[in-house]
């Protein structure tokens, strides 16, 4: 059993990647920066309907729209804050992944900050707290003294 | 003192996150925010289903309450919801408009035949295009546009009848007393 091991592992890994790069179809631009900024922004924008997963990864009928959206104003010569815009527009802050900070998404970009402060204040006042020994009230020692002696 | 706040620390953590997780709880994820609502209805101009050489714009329904429905042959729930929407048809208080989305027509065309028709009219968004200007996500949708051209609500989901008679049939019927109230100022 354990020698099929290595080449189950390897059949799996192949699998998960041909699933990987069968879900998106290829979309080619003559210009560099135009192909970059498209990876760059489908990997930014989130799909609607499978929500944990960007566009670039979704095989969902939305976000392969959404794609020949972004696409297409690449070719007509928009930038990515005019996509990101358009996107926004019409889903709301939702569909990015990196969502502007404003009172709406203030926890969501402060919370992560607090929780770690909290937690760092509370490790140091357990840990100063553990090395620490309290003193006995003087009553408290007579009567322990006294119990020892007995 | 110290003794209190042992206690009451770890009690008082353990009644916040109850409360924020039992508020999570509540709320469905699928249903994101639209910021269309308050906005202007996106203009589109489409083909409609019973007749393609003719077409409809969201701007000929100016001046009505009117409700815009997003559905497919394809989608199972919009099957539910279909004989919720024959409901508000015969309620007869605003036409419904229906966005086929992303369908075929003969399918739609049958789809209607065998289950009936509630729409004053269908359109073909075969591309989705128009979807996309509407944040169409998840089919079916509903929203209720008022007199001005204004979307005032969104429904996302299949509509049930609680939703129909609690929800929309309240809003739409504000909506056009709102609209009859302004047409008298008018004239």
């Known amino acids: 059993m354990r020698t099929y091991m290595p080449a189950l592992a390897l059949v799996l890994f192949l699998v998960a990647s041909f699933d990987a790069h069968a879900v998106i179809e290829v979309r080619n631009f003559d210009d560099p920066a135009k192909q970059e900024l498209y990876e760059e922004i489908i990997n930014e924008l989130r799909c609607l309907v499978c929500q944990n997963q960007n566009l ?17 104003m690449i070719q007509e010569g928009a930038d990515k804050s005019q996509i990101r815009d358009y996107m ?11 969502p502007p900070v404003k009172a709406t998404t203030l926890a969501l970009w402060i919370g992560p900050i607090v929780l770690l402060v909290v937690g ?26 006294k119990l020892l002696e007995d | 003192m110290k003794g209190k706040l042992k206690f009451w620390l770890p009690a008082g953590i353990f009644v916040v996150l109850t409360v ?40 000929d329904m100016r001046g ?21 929407l024959k409901v508000l048809a015969a309620e007869k208080l605003v036409p419904i408009v229906g966005l086929n989305y992303k369908d075929r027509p003969q399918d739609a065309r049958q789809w209607l035949d065998r289950l009936g028709d509630p729409y004053e009219l269908s359109v073909m968004d075969n591309d989705g295009r128009a979807g996309i200007d509407w944040g169409v996500y998840g089919v079916p949708e509903t929203f209720i546009i008022d007199q001005q051209g204004t979307i005032r609500y969104k429904h996302i989901g299949p509509v049930d009848l609680p939703a129909l008679t609690q929800v929309l049939i309240p809003k739409i019927k504000t909506l056009t007393q709102e609209a009859s109230r302004s047409s008298v100022r008018r004239s």
Request: proline share 8%.
């Open chain 1, 56 to 72: 670039a990864a979704s095989n969902a009928a939305l976000a392969k729209d959404l794609r020949r959206q972004a696409y297409e």
């Open chain 1, 120 to 145: 760092i204040a509370i490790v140091v006042l357990v840990a100063r707290r553990r090395g620490t020994v309290e003193e006995l009230p003087e009553e408290e020692r007579q009567q322990a003294r």
């Open chain 1, 88 to 98: 926004t527009a019409r889903y709301g802050d939702f569909v990015l992944y990196r």
């Open chain 2, 64 to 84: 009505k309450v009117w409700v815009l429905n997003v559905w497919a042959s394809w989608c199972v729930s919009c099957r539910a919801e279909h004989e919720v």
């Open chain 2, 20 to 59: 924020v997780l039992g508020i999570g709880l509540t709320l469905d994820p699928r249903e994101v925010p639209s910021p269309l609502i308050d906005e202007p209805a996106p203009p589109f101009q489409l083909s409609r289903l019973s007749d393609p050489a003719t077409s409809f714009a969201p701007a």
